[in-house]
Nanobody
Framework: QVQLVESGGDSVQPGESLRLSCEGF????????MGWYRQSPGKERELVAG???????NYADFVKGRFVISRDDARNKIHLLLNNLNAEDTGTYFC?????WGQGTQVTVSS
């Protein structure tokens, strides 16, 4: 049974940073491209960042250099470093691989 488990979400103030992690069980990340998505209240789920099997990243325009996606295939994990957070980044962040989704981790940015 494949499971993707996210962690690292928290409530922070504008300008602060968070590091999200996604760990996989029942599947090996090494050969897959993966992504982080987010869903904010009242909005559709949207791609935040993706990473290829070789580690090449791509980012949504709204990231604007603030986020960094990385992968640690030895630990079957991917990470998303969120810098300079603002209120619009509030939402549930999901890890995605093929047909699989994690349960999400909540990020709340508020002063």
């Amino acid at each position: 049974q494949v499971q993707l488990v996210e962690s690292g979400g928290d409530s922070v103030q504008p300008g602060e940073s968070l590091r999200l992690s996604c760990e996989g069980f029942g599947i090996t990340f090494r050969t897959y491209g993966m992504g982080w998505y987010r869903q904010s209240p009242g909005k559709e789920r949207e791609l935040v960042a993706g990473i290829s099997p070789t580690g090449s990243p791509n980012y949504a325009d709204f990231v604007k250099g603030r986020f960094v996606i990385s992968r640690d295939d030895a630990r079957n994990k991917i990470h998303l470093l969120l810098n300079n957070l603002n209120a619009e980044d509030t939402g549930t962040y999901f890890c995605h691989l093929g047909m699989y989704w994690g349960q999400g981790t909540q990020v709340t940015v508020s002063s």
